[in-house]
C-alpha cells in the first residue's frame, strides 16, 4: 500500500486537539507532512508556554500515523512558532494540571554528573563525545571517522551517530549500504563496518533525497536515532555534529549527556574564527572541551618530500595553548585520506601502518585519556557523606 498525503491527513483527523476542542488538522496545528521510503515526517504547532504538557498529544499523533498500513516510520516534532500552521488564533486553554514530583534523571553509566545533570543517558553507552566544527569544509567528518577507528584499533567498543541530517556522510566515508531492520518494529538494529556500530539519516532516506525540516523535526531525527537504536554495550559513541552553531547544535549539546567535545579546525585565522564560536558554544552548555585538532595541517610535496604550510600552521595549536584546552594533533593535507575516505576505506583501516592512521590512532589515545580526566574530575568534585 502506497502511503500519501491524503492518508496521513485523514488519520490525523482522528486525533483530538488541546482540551479537546476539535482534531489537529482542523485547528491548523500540523505542519507540511513530508515522506520518504514509507518514514513520515512532519510537525504539530502548540502555544509555547503549554508545549511540555503538549506530549501526549505529539505521541498519540506518533501512534496513529505508524498504525498506517505502509507506513516504517514516524517522527513527530513540537513546534512552538507563532506564525504559519493556523496558530495564530490561540488555541482554547485551561488550567494546567498539577506537575508531578521530578524523575531522577538517568545518566550513562559512569558519566560525570556535573556535565549530565539533567540529561538522560543511553543505556549501554558509557560515553558520548561530538566532534564539532564551526563551519563547514574543514574535514570534520573525516576526522571523526578516523578517530572512531583510531578508537576501536586501541581496543574499545565503538559506535558513530551522524548526527548531519541534511548532509549524512557515514555511508560513504564507511561504505555501508542499505536500509537498518528493526527490533519488533519499533527499534533499529545499527549498521555495521570495521568493527564500528553506525546510525546515520543516510540509511534511512535516498542519497538524492532533500531533507527540507525545521529545527523541532531535526531534534526530533536525532533523538531517534540516539536513543531507538540497539547499541548494546559500547565503550563510547562518536557523534558526528553538523557544522556550524546552529540550534540544532545547541540542542544536541543541552539535551545530551555528552562526555565531551573535540573541535576540527584548519590552521587559517578564518577558520579559527568559526571554531571559537563552537568552543564557546560548548563552554556555555557546560560541556568538557576534550581538544582541538589542526586539519590539513600541512603539505609534503610527494615528488620532492619538500613541506609547504598551504592553509598556514600552528593556528589551531596557538589557539588552543591562548584557551588551555589540549592540542590533540596535526593531520597532514594528504590525498591519500582523501580517496581512501571517498572510497569508504578510511585510512585507519585502509593503511593501518601509515604515518596518517598512527596520527589518528595517538589523537584518539589522547582524547580517550582527556575522557578519563574529566571523570575523575567529576567523581573528584563530588563530596562525601562520612556518618561517624
Known amino acids: 500500500m502506497s502511503v500519501t498525503k491524503e492518508i496521513v491527513t485523514e488519520r490525523l483527523k482522528t486525533v483530538n486537539g488541546p482540551d479537546f476542542t476539535g482534531n489537529i ?91 549530565s545533570q539533567g540529561k538522560r543517558g543511553v543505556p549501554g553507552i558509557e560515553a558520548i563525545i561530538a566532534v564539532a566544527s564551526g563551519k563547514g569544509g574543514v574535514g570534520k567528518s573525516t576526522t571523526a571517522v578516523n578517530l572512531a577507528l583510531g578508537l576501536a584499533a586501541n581496543g574499545l567498543r565503538v559506535g558513530v551517530l551522524d548526527a548531519d541530517i541534511y548532509g549524512p556522510s557515514m555511508p560513504k566515508l564507511l561504505d555501508i549500504h542499505g536500509r537498518p531492520q528493526t527490533v519488533d518494529g519499533k527499534i533499529l538494529k545499527p549498521m555495521e563496518n570495521y568493527g564500528l556500530k553506525v546510525m546515520s539519516m543516510g540509511f534511512l532516506v535516498d542519497e538524492e533525497t532533500p531533507m527540507i525540516w525545521r529545527g523541532p523535526m531535526v531534534m526530533s531525527a536525532l533523538t531517534q536515532m540516539l536513543r531507538e537504536v540497539e ?28 562526555a565531551g567535545a573535540v573541535i576540527v579546525s584548519t590552521p587559517q585565522d578564518l577558520a579559527l574564527i568559526d571554531a571559537r564560536k563552537g568552543l564557546n558554544m560548548f563552554k556555555k552548555v557546560d560541556v568538557p572541551l576534550l581538544g582541538i585538532v589542526e586539519n590539513m595541517s600541512y603539505f609534503i610535496a610527494p615528488d620532492t618530500g619538500k613541506r609547504y604550510d598551504i592553509f598556514g600552521h600552528g593556528g589551531a595549536r596557538r589557539e588552543a595553548e591562548r584557551l588551555g584546552v589540549t592540542f590533540l594533533g596535526e593531520v597532514p593535507l594528504e590525498m591519500g585520506i582523501r580517496e581512501s575516505s571517498d572510497a569508504g576505506a578510511p585510512v585507519v583501516v585502509s593503511k593501518p601502518d601509515g604515518a596518517a592512521a598512527k596520527t589518528y590512532r595517538d589523537i584518539a589515545a589522547k582524547v580517550w585519556d582527556r575522557v578519563n580526566e574529566e571523570r575523575g574530575a567529576a567523581e573528584a568534585a563530588v563530596p562525601s557523606i562520612v556518618f561517624e
Open 231 to 258: 547499541w548494546g554495550r559500547l565503550d563510547v559513541l562518536v557523534v558526528d555534529m553538523p557544522p556550524g552553531t546552529g540550534d540544532a547544535q545547541l540542542t544536541m549539546a543541552q539535551q545530551v549527556p555528552l
Open 25 to 115: 488538522v482542523d485547528l491548523g496545528m500540523v505542519s507540511e507532512i513530508f515522506i520518504a521510503d514509507s518514514k513520515v515526517f512532519f510537525s504539530i504547532t502548540v502555544p509555547a508556554a503549554r508545549a511540555q504538557e503538549m506530549e501526549p498529544l505529539r505521541a498519540a499523533a506518533e501512534r496513529v500515523v505508524k498504525a498506517i498500513p505502509g507506513v516504517a516510520g514516524a517522527v513527530v516534532a513540537l513546534t512552538a512558532e507563532k506564525k504559519g500552521g493556523g496558530m495564530e488564533a490561540p488555541v482554547p486553554t485551561r488550567p494546567a494540571p498539577r506537575p508531578a514530583p521530578p524523575a531522577a534523571p538517568r545518566s550513562a553509566p559512569h558519566a560525570p554528573a556535573s556535565h
